[in-house]
Nanobody
């Protein structure tokens, strides 16, 4: 069993930056692949970024490529999402996920956090 707790969300002006964190607990937490998804108001959950358990491979949605960076510290069992050059369309609840399969599809991930709100004002 893996438990995930996100933090770091908030209100920021367009062009600003935020760093999200996701603390994982559970014996196997550091050996699972991890991901960030987001759910904008009134829309379905969408893929943001993934990272393999060894941090050797990352993948990003086209909408965030070049602006967001996913990383992880397995010793701390923590996942990060550095978000730069934020836009109003980045406004969403951001979720971290953990699992054994790397996928851009939300239904392929086993464990989810409760989410953290990111609001970008214009």
């Amino acid at each position: 069993q893996v438990q995930l707790i996100e933090s770091g969300g908030g209100l920021v002006q367009a062009g600003g930056s935020l760093r999200l964190s996701c603390a994982a607990s559970g014996r196997a937490a550091s050996t699972y692949h991890m991901a960030w998804f987001r759910q904008p108001p009134g829309k379905e959950r969408e893929f943001v970024a993934t990272i393999t358990w060894s941090a050797g491979t990352t993948d990003y949605a086209d909408s965030v490529k070049g602006r967001f960076t996913i990383s992880r510290d397995n010793a701390k069992k923590t996942l990060y999402l550095q978000m730069n050059s934020l836009k109003p369309e980045d406004t969403a609840v951001y979720y971290c996920a953990s699992g054994v399969i790397v996928s851009q599809r939300a239904n392929q991930w086993h464990y989810w956090g409760q989410g953290t709100q990111v609001t970008v004002s214009s």
